[in-house]
């Protein structure tokens, strides 16, 4: 059993930026990969960002690119998620999410393809 504990929500301003962490207790994330997703009320989770904790490979979705910025490190077993120039559509509960990365790394926005997920932080961005 994997799990997962984000922290570093809070309230943002739009233009401002927010830093996420992810704890994960797997003992090495060399197999795994780690997604961060979103949801917004009354909207569908979806896949913000992804990387490979085998070859350090990155993903994105289009509208957080260039803005976003994800990272490792195995040391301390952590994901990070850098979030600048936030605007108020990047508010939402943030998840993040881990899986074996030869499977993750298939479809890394498809939830189905992640195992354990964390109970999320709420990331507002308002003025």
């Known amino acids: 059993q994997v799990q997962l504990v984000e922290s570093g929500g809070g309230l943002g301003q739009p233009g401002g930026s927010l830093r996420l962490s992810c704890a994960v207790s797997?003992?090495?994330?060399?197999?795994?990969?780690i997604g961060w997703f979103r949801q917004a009320p009354g909207k569908e989770r979806e896949g913000v960002s992804c990387?490979?904790?085998?070859?350090?490979?990155?993903y994105y979705r289009d509208s957080v690119k260039g803005r976003f910025t994800i990272s490792i490190d195995k040391y301390e077993n952590t994901v990070y998620l850098q979030m600048n120039s936030l605007k108020p559509e990047d508010t939402a509960v943030y998840y993040c999410?881990?899986?074996?990365?030869?499977?993750?790394?298939?479809?890394?926005?498809?939830?189905?393809?992640?195992?354990?997920w964390g109970q999320g932080t709420q990331v507002t961005v308002s003025s």
């Open positions: 990387i490979s904790g085998s070859d350090g490979s990155t």
């Open positions: 999410a881990t899986g074996y990365s030869a499977i993750v790394t298939k479809r890394w926005d498809h939830k189905p393809q992640y195992d354990y």
């Open positions: 797997a003992s090495a994330l060399d197999n795994y990969a």
